[in-house]
């Protein structure tokens, strides 16, 4: 006789439950057309991909627990557009992740497609194009999402400054990508500037006055910048008062540049990464590579009667580019005042111990979920560099990434065999491969298959790097998992030794992230848990090296994947079945 009272109290709480959220959280509606513009990023005119005519794109900000709808219309005249919403794991909307070929069917010129998803949890993310190589044209823009309304955010300041880092070619993303298809390839070489929120120099200099003074600046005969008012290039200074505790949300979109951000004279404390908390450590910079995202805590403790330089510049690959520079500007100071002193050096571009010791001293923060002792499934990726008839193509296992015309997640959904290689690439690589030595075996072959996991088990993901086609030259490769945070449970030097490296593991406090550095002749060790239902890009976040086959494709849960909206699937198989199915 008390069931039903007991099932009324339940009925009345989950209502409860779900009236307050409902009251809390914000749906957030956007109308976005996306296409080419003229403008001046570095101070020379270029073609720019820009959002309602901005470059970069309009911020999002929004509340955990929001939800953001994207109406995006494609105005670009001959190109396939998509968006992908990059650290935001798609709980339940597998086909709003924006990775064309694997999630959705690229938007057609003049067509509109609507994304909608909830944003779980507080965070510093950007968005970005995920169709070719539309991001190194400008095609991205912040997504900052804050606590929910009556939560309090464990970190403590005074104001926030948001910096969006890319970097900037002036040869056009449809020649590079005609050049790396090319046989023999053509390189898309170094960019020529680095963008700080869309803005950078490339014909002069801001410090121009210290050429003499630095081994960095010494190279250059580029005048004093001279800005007038109005210039798309004029860099955004950020205005502090004296003793004062600032955020400064820090994302990296580079098409290639891996980054280092300094602030002269201050040191920086770092709190959060890739939209997570972690163990709070002091440094005098932080190296940024694509794809990841941080928050440092800056105090204002220096003289403030002076301005002080920030520079971002170049790591992991000879820099031919010339760092970033923009103006901490006190209040206190005069506004017209530069900083009386050289910017500070950027540390030595191939100086890897110093990169792997940044990246070593990043723990998760107090409270953080530990992750599962025990792997259920393990994957060991080679990373290499190879050749298909004369192409030169990036490869995992010896299979070159090409992305099917039908989108992986269709496929799955409804059971369209005929739309991507059923057989699964290997599991590892044979274990006498030589890591530091070009590959005897040049050639890869091309593959469309994926990686199929039961739901809710723990896999762990071990990527190994090596020697590329040159001899003594092994690359960074920032590596980015969708729909998915990871622990990042160790790095290592060399081969990967089964039975051995695993009794390194941080099992106590590894960080959770999306994004992550795999370093030269070395491993890194990641574990996620496949309970998100959907399918799932994981790839290098280099444009060029996704652009070349770098990447692999995970499907998990396949039998819980929810409704996905015809509009995302209007191409290849699908596109015949859905006509089928709704015609009879």
Known sequence: MIHKPLMGVWWIVVVAILAAHTASAAVREYHWEVEYKFGFPDCKEGM?????????????????????????????ATEGLVIHWHGIRQLGSPWADGAAGVTQCAITPGETFTYKFTVDKPGTHFYHGHYGMQRSAGLYGSLIIDAAKGKREPLRYDGEFNLLLSDWWHESILSQELGLSSKPMRWIGEPQSILINGRGQFNCSLAAQFRNATAEFSNTSLPMCKFKKGDQCAPQRLHVEPNKTYRIRLASTTGLASLNFAVQGHKLVVVEADGNYITPFTTSDVDIYSGESYSVLLTTDQDPSKNYWISIGVRGRKPKTPPALTVLHYVTASSYQPPSSPPPETPRWNDFNRSKNFSKKIFAAMGSPPPPRKFKKRLILLNTQNMIDGATKWALNNVSLVVPATPYLGSVKYKLRRGFDRKSPPMTFPMDYDIMNPPQNRNTTKGNGIYAFPFNVTVDVILQNANGLDANASEIHPWHLHGHDFWVLGYGEGKFRQGIDEKTYNLKNPPLRNTVALYPYGWTALRFVTDNPGVWFFHCHIEPHLHMGMGVVFAEGLNRIGKIPDEALGCGLTKQFLMNRNNP
């Open 48 to 76: 720019v991909m820009a959002v309602n005519g901005q470059f970069p794109g309009p911020t999002i900000h929004a509340l955990a627990g929001d939800t953001i709808v994207v109406h995006l219309t494609n105005k670009l």
